[in-house]
């Protein structure tokens, strides 16, 4: 768990950000591929996202179901792995779980908020204790840095690309097929393949990829 007081980047901004794949390409360096998979509901879809992970650990991907709340001025964004019979696990990534995983957005004050980050992830493969460790410590922190900076400057990108296209705040405008609950099952990590990286030496992990 972690947060971040974000100055001059109101609320919805940041929940804009949060939502929009498209800016998603140019702020998360992590990111190697993320779609919408379809719709639930008004406030709910299915998405894939890949994760590029320093080397020479294997990359990560998830499939999650991904819900939405605006709560006045604030803002909440949940999401957990689910199964879905046209993405199964994929031989060039680890499928890491996301057991829990959210967002809370608070106003705070004219023109800044808070955002809250909670996650609970089973990255699956038998890492050792100091890649978990290493990861706690510092790419989480520089995430939230990331997303900050990433608030500062989407007002102007949006500006410039197609503005009123807003399908998480109009739902009139979300053309993704529909998904069935029927379809999903929640992914649970004891179903899949376990990657053995214990023998890692700590000396050879790439941290570049995860500089701010």
Known sequence: QTRISCKDVPAETLYDVLHDTSYRK????NMIETYDIGR?????DVGYYSWKCPSPLKNRD?????SWLPLGNDYMIINYSVKHPKYPPRKDFVRAVSLQTGYLIKANGAGACILYYLTQVDPRGSLPKWVVNRVSQFVAPKAMKKIYKAGLKYPEWKRKHDPAYKPWVYPEQNTLPSVSLAELSVQHADSLENIDETGLPE?????SDHEA
């Open 40 to 44: 639930l509901t008004v406030n709910a």
């Open 203 to 207: 000396d050879h992990l790439s941290t």
């Open 26 to 29: 140019k702020w998360d360096s």
């Open 62 to 66: 998830f499939v999650t179901l991904r």
